[in-house]
């Protein structure tokens, strides 16, 4: 029996969101994305919010990532797993959903451990295009893991970033991120030791993976008038930053509510005082407001970050090969008539 059209959902696998970045090109791709993130931060009162729906476990974390502004639903399903990489498997993968909100019908299914690579280093470039000092030209990408590329792309296309000093406590992954950025418009440092990959550097990433309280930085390595952008700590007992530079920093988040369990400020009192991002991308609060400031963007993830980049995907895909229909939805003729459905199938 053939399901009928409107019972169909667009599903793209890993393959087809492959051929898809290949399409459209990773740069290009994580600034259109960048674009649907502002577009969506700017009108966050739109859409329901909460904090992510963790699953803890001694071996990680396996989320749940909703919202809707009352058109569309989307959520994520994403893992948080540091102890993956050495069975050979991924610390982080995903796949989302989006659907109808008029008929509670999914309109689209698709991987998202490529999306969310993706969606991160758009979110960090997009914040950096706001606190970063508008001079900078060098980056350390400090944990040069599955996200750094990503990142190290993303600042190039949209914060002009030439320069990335790059370090991990794995010389290999320092060595695999190097090989994959050459030719890519970049120069690339790699770099021995933290304190070497931050010199000189106006931007700082850390985007490590470790499930305890790390100090990547301390406070002594920051000097004046940097933009840190902190990715890796997204999880309750999960951070990389002394506190000292946390004191030191004007601090912005996505959704503070969330950001308080999961970001770097769960070293600080509950109603330390932060800056939310879409204040700033709408003008009602200042971003960076002297060459000396630190800017922290203390970044966990948001469930709208990935709301914007199933969207983007869903219009991206109209027209094009890019998916498979996947038959996922029961549609009896007669509504009311599922069971006879399931007979007449046998
Ligand atoms: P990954 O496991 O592929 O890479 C992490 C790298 O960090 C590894 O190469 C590891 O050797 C390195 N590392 C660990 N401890 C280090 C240290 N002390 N100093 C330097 N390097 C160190 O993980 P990934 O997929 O690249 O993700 C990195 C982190 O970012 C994870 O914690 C993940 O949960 C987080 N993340 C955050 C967001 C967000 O939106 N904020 C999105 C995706 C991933």
């Not at 069975?87 to 109808?100: S, Y």
């Not at 490529?114 to 001079?135: C, D, E, F, I, Q």
């Not at 769960?266 to 407001?289: H, I, N, S």
């Not at 709301?307 to 991206?316: C, E």
Request: glycine fraction near 8%.
């Amino acid at each position: 029996m053939q399901p009928s059209d409107k019972a169909l959902v667009p599903f793209v696998s890993v393959d087809n969101m492959m051929r898809l970045v290949h399409h459209v090109g990773v740069e290009q791709m994580i600034k259109q994305i960048a674009a649907q993130i502002e577009a969506d931060f700017k009108r966050w009162e739109s859409f329901d919010k909460t904090p992510r729906i963790p699953a803890h476990s001694p071996h990680g974390v396996i989320e749940l990532m909703p919202t809707s502004d009352g058109e569309a639903y989307g959520f994520k399903y994403v893992n948080g797993h540091p102890k993956n990489t050495s069975e050979g498997l991924q610390t982080v993968t995903a796949f989302g959903l989006l659907a109808d909100v008029y008929t509670g019908y999914p309109t689209l299914l698709t991987e998202m451990t490529m999306l969310t690579a993706l969606r991160t280093a758009a979110t960090s470039a997009l914040v950096g295009k706001y606190l970063a000092p508008k001079s900078a030209t060098t980056m350390a990408m400090i944990g040069n893991g599955a996200q750094s590329e990503f990142q190290c792309l993303a600042f190039k296309a949209m914060c002009g970033i030439d320069t990335v000093r790059l370090y991990d406590t794995d010389a290999n992954a320092t060595a695999k991120c190097a090989a994959n950025l050459k030719g890519k418009g970049l120069t690339v440092a790699p770099c021995k030791t933290p304190e070497d990959a931050i010199e000189g550097a106006q931007i700082i990433t850390t985007c490590t993976a470790d499930k305890k309280y790390a100090t990547i930085l301390t406070d002594n390595m920051v000097g004046p008038g940097v933009h840190i952008n902190a990715i890796g700590g997204d999880c309750p007992g999960k951070t990389e930053l002394h506190r000292d530079i946390l004191l030191r920093s004007k601090i912005f988040v996505e959704y503070p509510e969330q950001t308080r369990i999961e970001g770097e400020i769960q070293a600080l009192e509950d109603d330390y005082p932060v800056t939310e991002m879409w204040e700033v991308m709408t003008g009602q609060a200042k971003g960076r407001t002297d060459d000396r400031q630190i800017t922290l963007f203390d970044s966990v993830g948001f469930a709208i970050e990935d709301f914007s980049a199933l969207r983007y995907i869903k219009s991206a895909i109209e027209g094009t090969d890019f998916y498979e229909a996947l038959d996922m939805l029961a549609d009896p003729d007669d509504p009311r008539d599922l069971f006879g459905m399931l007979m007449r199938a046998g």
